[in-house]
């Protein structure tokens, strides 16, 4: 008997796990994604101050960049080797969206509290778009929601540091 051409991965590989789940964040409960914002926002609390300030921004940015373009093969390894379509222990889409809403945030803790609560919020009830971009296939569905999720929260908070709401 000749084994089909596409087979079944039952486990996918150890960096798209690491990747995906955050190094294992996601495997948290309860409320992986919380557990994998609340670890972004701790982990980029300690290593902005650790960088000048002219280039708290840029790393913010790339950082994010980065887990999109990982994020979004390893997360699609991960959620096929699951057969689920959004496994809640994928995480590096809330990395991904977290990062997005502290960029170029004064590094304060009122501000890093503001963007945890505004991407969460925008991660869990989706307002349009952010719903849609979940249909999208595999990975990109995975990250990209929150991805849009995260821009809604840098949005707010700028807006809330630049009317003075927010100091």
Same mark, same amino acid.
């Given at each position: 008997m000749v084994?089909?051409?596409?087979s079944v991965q039952t486990r996918p590989p150890l960096w798209s796990s690491l990747v995906?789940?955050?190094?294992?964040?996601?495997?948290?409960?309860?409320?992986?994604?919380?557990w994998g914002s609340?670890?972004?926002?701790l982990l980029w609390a300690i290593a902005s101050h650790a960088l000048s300030p002219g280039l708290?921004?840029?790393?913010?940015?790339?950082?994010?960049?980065?887990?999109i373009l990982i994020g979004i093969p390893a997360a699609t390894r991960v959620a096929r080797a699951s057969a689920s379509k959004d496994p809640q222990f994928?995480?590096?889409? /809330?990395? &991904? !969206?977290q990062l997005i809403a502290l960029? $170029?945030?004064?590094?304060?803790?009122?501000t890093f509290l503001a963007g945890f609560i505004l991407f969460r919020v925008f991660d869990i009830f989706?307002?349009?778009?952010?719903?849609?971009?979940?249909?999208?296939? /595999?990975? &990109? !569905?995975?990250?990209?929601?929150?991805? $849009?999720?995260?821009?809604?929260?840098l949005?707010?908070?700028?807006?809330?540091?630049?009317?003075?709401?927010?100091?």
């Open positions: 084994a089909p051409a596409e995906a789940t955050f190094f294992f964040i996601g495997r948290l409960r309860p409320g992986p994604g919380t609340a670890a972004t926002v708290r921004t840029p790393v913010c940015i790339a950082l994010a960049m980065a887990a994928v995480v590096i889409d /809330e990395v &991904a !969206g960029i $170029a945030v004064p590094l304060e803790w009122k989706k307002p349009p778009p952010v719903r849609q971009l979940e249909k999208l296939p /595999e990975g &990109a !569905g995975i990250v990209l929601d929150d991805v $849009a999720a995260g821009f809604y929260a949005g707010v908070i700028q807006l809330l540091l630049h009317t003075g709401l927010l100091s």
